[in-house]
């Protein structure tokens, strides 16, 4: 029987450079998707998941997102005062119920692995996922509940994966595939991983996204991990470091990926939310309006 997943850890102290300037003084998870900011769907995301802990890795400067998921009583009761009850609604539901977030510190930004082996000792000896805020999925049932369900049935290490241009592998983590279901759902055995290979030199074009669950093991290769690409310790290479001690595997999620730490993947991720969004009726207009103004009604002779 495999231990179910309670924990989740979500490495949030990058440096976010691509953003720059906007994350400056603004960690990038707190970017928002139309009207929340990334770290919403990815806590959302767990909690559908049946994670019931949530442990944010963050750096200085991120105390936007503890307050994010603090009370904010002053604007409550403003709120409260106009009788603005939906709004309060949409803030009562940031931090639901029942649910348990704790911070820790990373002290230098010294990589994703690195940020992982922070939350150690909140995990404690217990298998757990990792939720990436910066890659968003729009998906029928949210990305990591799939690999929950999957992973109830093989145990060990899941890794999301998609299939990506092989001119974007440089950014990536990458899969050296063996057998593989090839279908959405689906599994793929996971021979090897190379952090962001060469396109040239990448094994396949199957890249890891950020979701994973994890066996608690990955602590003590992380312990002991030097550093790999760009001088960080990567979590790419723990994992690789796991292959042939426990069953690690690529999971096939359905669903669509935005790489929101990229700003096209990010404004791309906002034009599709918002297309998704009953209660903002008209964005398709204005997009159309956008890519083709010959045809709005003022230049066509037509009432608007
Ligand atoms: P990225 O590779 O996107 O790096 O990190 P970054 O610093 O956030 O952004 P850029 O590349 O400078 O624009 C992937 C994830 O790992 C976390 C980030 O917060 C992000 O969620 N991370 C990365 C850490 O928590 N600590 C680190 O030292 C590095």
Redesign the pocket.
Known sequence: MTRPIRKAV??????????LPA?KAVP??MLPVVDRPLIDYAVAEAEAAGVAHMIF?T?RDKTALEDHFDRNVGLEEALEAKGKSAELERLAAIAPEGVRLSTVR?P?????G??VRCARHLVGDEPFAVI???DLVMAQTPCLAQMAVRYAGTGGNLLAVQDVPRAHTGRYGILDAGADEARPGGLVEVRGLVEKPAPEAAPSTLSII?RYILQPEIFQVLESGEPGAGG?IQLTDAIAALIGRQPVNGFRFEGRRFDC?DRRGWLTANVAFALDRPDLPGVRESLRDLLDPAARPENTGGAE
């Open positions: 979500f490495p949030v102290a990058g440096l976010g450079t691509r953003f994350t990038k998870e890795v750096a990373q230098a930004p010294l990589g994703l690195h940020a990436l805020p910066d950020g960080e730490g």
